[in-house]
């Protein structure tokens, strides 16, 4: 007992913060999962475990058919953007196409975009009736009908697709980059030509890159819930995503999503780690020792049209849905068109101050991403702290439950803080407090692997220099770690307060009556019609956004997002 005493004693204080923070993410990460677990296998009306719920789940045909429905996009999504992606990422990466710098901010600008901001703006181009696009053909062509109708599978493919080639376009070039010249030097001085050597040489020596970014397109989207809402639902085009809403309507059925949602995450879980593998393997024929010379492909005349299909791809995803985004946010009536007599600011004095709901969803969604960014960066300094420097055994499980949250769906993580915090003993349903857990959890991941890379990056001697003068390691990290770490630690904070701003698949099933946030709002306002109001409303939302992107290059870097991102 004395011995334990004197242990107790001898412990610093930073090792009991250590231990609170482990419990602190055993609470965001590990409980909303086990009871999501737990509730899969948990009857309601009897109490005792049982196979029901995922009998229930897949026990109708409609349901399997969502789940293949949503394999079925995201396969179809994953190809499309492959072959808009890897074309792209090649011209701007290994050739003398011009304007790559404008082809690069415009590809950011799609990831930047939220998808179902993106879907609004497709609905205004390709609706079956009044869209822009349609209403052009019937009026310069002669057309009787309309020839585009987004409320489809190819729509939704389409919609998907324009604003998730970014992540396969980010991982293609990140690789290219990297490819030294040496083997397509060789190849071409043994008279192959350059498409051959592209196909023999530059593909193979980048394909885990591309199969790795293609891995992460497909869950991002069968994991996606805006678009679908917004295109799938009035397509009566059923997807997992839709399905566990559907769920959730009266009479809600909290048990049997937790089930349904279980092979979703199951999925993500297996296609993760086959990415992780295979973006192990990447560039290790490229490796030299060198520093191979990267030289560029003349493409003669060819690079002008090089250029101008980058262009068409950024014109689908960027330049149309951001005009007609900002013609319907100052319209009366946007089948109007752009006329002088049409123009108004009253869709924002409608969303700013006519409207309680608008003006809260605006404060909240700031508000909870501050909180989250916040708090997740905190959580996420101190554990990559521990495992850095190796203060704590099993630092690795530490670290693993970091970046679990990355791989479960947002819509699954939702399901498993609803079965974890809305009931007895927390009853936090509907509250600020379980907005702001769950996206700390959500983007904790993007915290963690910055916060570590980062301390990664600084030298321990000077903290053992302030240990040996007497401080104690709180006190070095507040006098040496946390000053060296502002600038990366600020691009972190911003990493995570991005997407929290335009959240959607986890928020839809946490707000209540006064937690609506932007992203929810907006689709509120689409289901209701109010297209003009949710168009004002988004380009306000993308307005912040633009903004937030702009401090971050002015204060850290112009390629802040690319570098910490990948």
């Known amino acids: 007992m004395s011995n334990l005493r004197t242990r107790l004693y001898n412990l610093e204080p930073s090792f009991l913060l250590w231990v609170v923070l482990v419990g602190v993410l055993a609470l965001l990460v590990v409980y909303p999962l086990f009871w999501l677990l737990v509730g899969s296998l948990y009857s309601p009306g009897s109490g005792e475990f049982t196979f029901a719920n995922f009998a229930t789940a897949y026990g109708r045909i409609r349901y399997i058919a969502a789940f293949r429905n949503s394999i079925v996009m995201g396969l179809a999504v994953t190809a499309a953007c492959a072959v808009v992606a890897?074309?792209?990422?090649?011209?701007?990466?290994?050739?003398?196409?011009?304007?790559?710098?404008?082809?690069?901010?415009?590809?950011?600008?799609?990831?930047?975009?939220?998808?179902?901001?993106?879907?609004?703006?497709?609905?205004?181009?390709?609706?079956?009736?009044?869209?822009?696009?349609?209403s052009a053909l019937k009026r310069f062509a002669g057309l009787e009908e309309g020839v585009f109708n987004i409320f489809s599978f190819p729509g939704l493919v389409f919609i998907i697709a324009?604003?998730?080639?970014?992540?396969?376009?980010?991982?293609?070039?990140?690789?290219?980059?990297?490819?030294?010249?040496?083997?397509?030097?060789?190849?071409?001085?043994?008279?192959a030509r350059k498409w051959q050597t592209v196909r023999r040489i530059t593909l193979p020596l980048v394909l885990p890159a591309?199969?790795?970014?293609?891995?992460?397109?497909?869950?991002?989207?069968?994991?996606?819930f805006g678009s679908p809402a917004m295109i799938a639902i009035p397509a009566r085009y059923n997807v997992v995503t839709t399905q566990l809403l559907e769920f959730f309507s009266y009479p809600v059925r909290v048990e049997v999503a937790e089930a349904y949602a279980l092979p979703l995450l199951a999925v993500t879980v297996a296609l993760y780690l086959l990415q992780q593998r295979l973006i192990g393997r990447r560039g290790h024929v490229?490796?030299?020792?060198?520093?191979?010379?990267?030289?560029?492909?003349e493409l003669g005349p060819w690079r002008w049209m090089a250029l101008g299909g980058c262009l068409a791809v950024s014109a689908l995803s960027v330049i149309m849905p951001l005009v007609i985004i900002g013609q319907a946010a100052f319209a009366k009536a946007w089948t109007r068109g752009f006329s002088a007599d049409n123009l108004t600011w009253s869709n924002f004095h409608y969303i700013l101050f006519e409207q309680q709901a608008?003006?809260?969803?605006?404060?909240?969604?700031?508000?909870?991403?501050?909180?989250?960014?916040?708090?997740?960066?905190?959580?996420?300094?101190?554990?990559?702290?521990?495992?850095?420097?190796?203060?704590?055994?099993?630092?690795?499980?530490?670290?693993?439950?970091?970046?679990?949250?990355?791989?479960?769906?947002?819509?699954?993580?939702?399901i498993g803080f609803y079965a974890a915090y809305a009931s007895n003993p927390f009853f936090l349903y509907g509250t600020a407090a379980i907005m702001i857990l769950a996206f700390i959890t959500r983007f904790l991941p993007i915290a963690y692997a910055n916060a570590g890379a980062a301390i990664r990056g600084i030298n321990p001697e000077m903290e053992e220099a302030v240990r040996i003068?007497?401080?104690?390691?709180?006190?070095?990290?507040?006098?040496?770690?946390?000053?060296?770490?502002?600038?990366?630690?600020?691009?972190?904070?911003?990493?995570?307060?991005?997407?929290?701003?335009?959240?959607?698949?986890?928020?839809?099933?946490?707000?209540?009556p006064?937690?609506?946030?932007?992203?929810?709002?907006?689709?509120?306002?689409?289901?209701?019609?109010?297209?003009?109001?949710?168009?004002?409303?988004?380009?306000?939302?993308?307005?912040?956004?633009?903004?937030?992107?702009?401090?971050?290059y002015l204060l850290i870097g112009r390629d802040f997002m690319v570098r910490r991102s990948t």
């Open 286 to 297: 490229t490796l030299t020792g060198k520093g191979g010379e990267r030289r560029m492909i």
């Open 469 to 512: 003068l007497g401080g104690g390691r709180l006190l070095a990290v507040r006098k040496i770690v946390a000053p060296l770490l502002k600038n990366s630690l600020l691009g972190a904070w911003l990493l995570v307060f991005i997407p929290a701003t335009r959240e959607l698949s986890t928020a839809i099933f946490l707000y209540g």
């Open 358 to 414: 608008t003006a809260q969803a605006v404060i909240n969604t700031f508000l909870y991403a501050a909180s989250a960014a916040s708090f997740a960066l905190a959580l996420a300094l101190a554990i990559a702290y521990v495992v850095e420097r190796r203060l704590l055994p099993l630092g690795g499980l530490l670290g693993f439950l970091c970046m679990a949250p990355f791989v479960v769906p947002g819509i699954v993580l939702a």
């Open 86 to 134: 890897v074309p792209m990422a090649w011209a701007v990466s290994r050739t003398n196409m011009p304007g790559k710098g404008l082809v690069r901010a415009l590809t950011l600008g799609a990831f930047i975009i939220p998808p179902y901001l993106g879907a609004l703006a497709w609905i205004l181009l390709a609706g079956p009736n009044a869209g822009w696009l349609n």
């Open 162 to 191: 324009v604003y998730s080639y970014p992540y396969l376009f980010v991982f293609t070039s990140a690789a290219l980059d990297t490819v030294s010249s040496e083997m397509e030097d060789a190849a071409n001085i043994l008279g």
């Open 210 to 224: 591309i199969l790795g970014g293609a891995i992460i397109t497909f869950l991002e989207a069968i994991a996606l």
């Open 514 to 552: 006064n937690t609506r946030v932007m992203s929810v709002m907006l689709l509120n306002l689409t289901d209701e019609g109010r297209l003009e109001p949710a168009a004002a409303f988004g380009l306000l939302l993308l307005i912040v956004i633009i903004a937030i992107v702009g401090l971050g």
